[in-house]
């Protein structure tokens, strides 16, 4: 999808080019390894959504590796007013959603437009929030995931339905 933009190469470290140039992916499970050398760890992360039947896995949370952890929610989906309370980005994390049942819907913009914080910035959570409306809103279907940057500010979960995803919690 046109949400994939390929940092530039320089002299800048891996953090520095995730901070600065990286941008909301959209793809299909069936394309992961297209992405593994954006970070050291997506292979492995990609890889554990392969080797697992992700429908039957439990929901929890799971610390994976040093820099992985796995989550599993199933529930109900909210409405867009709900979900948007959460509207959130990452500074110390990278969000590989996958959609295991749904479809989900996303509400996101880029941080660089974001004005109008909610809060102050969580260390504990890596979380901030905003009150900005969203530029858009995109959905995934089962099989298909995003990876979301420290410049992707979003707000997932908004359904009719009953949704089950996992979230790959990627440190930076």
């Not at 959905?139 to 410049?151: K, M």
């Amino acid at each position: 999808m046109y949400f994939y933009f390929l940092f530039q190469k320089s002299n800048n470290t891996f953090t520095q080019k995730i901070k600065n140039n990286l941008k909301m992916i959209v793809d299909s499970l069936n394309n992961a390894a297209k992405y593994y050398g954006l970070h050291p760890a997506f292979e492995k992360a990609f890889q554990f959504l392969n080797e697992n039947d992700l429908a039957n896995l439990a929901d929890g949370v799971t610390q994976y590796s040093d820099d992985l952890k796995i989550i599993v929610n199933s529930g109900n989906g909210n409405s867009k007013e709900q979900s948007l309370v959460h509207f959130e980005c990452h500074d110390k994390n990278i969000d590989i959603q996958v959609c295991v049942a749904g479809p989900e819907t996303y509400a996101w913009k880029p941080r660089e437009k974001c004005v109008s914080p909610n809060g102050d910035y969580s260390d504990e959570k890596d979380v901030r929030f905003f009150f900005d409306q969203p530029d858009m809103f995109f959905e995934l279907n089962p099989g298909q995931f995003t990876i979301l940057f420290p410049e992707d500010v979003h707000a997932a979960m908004i359904s009719n339905g009953t949704i089950k995803k996992i979230v790959i919690k990627v440190k930076i």
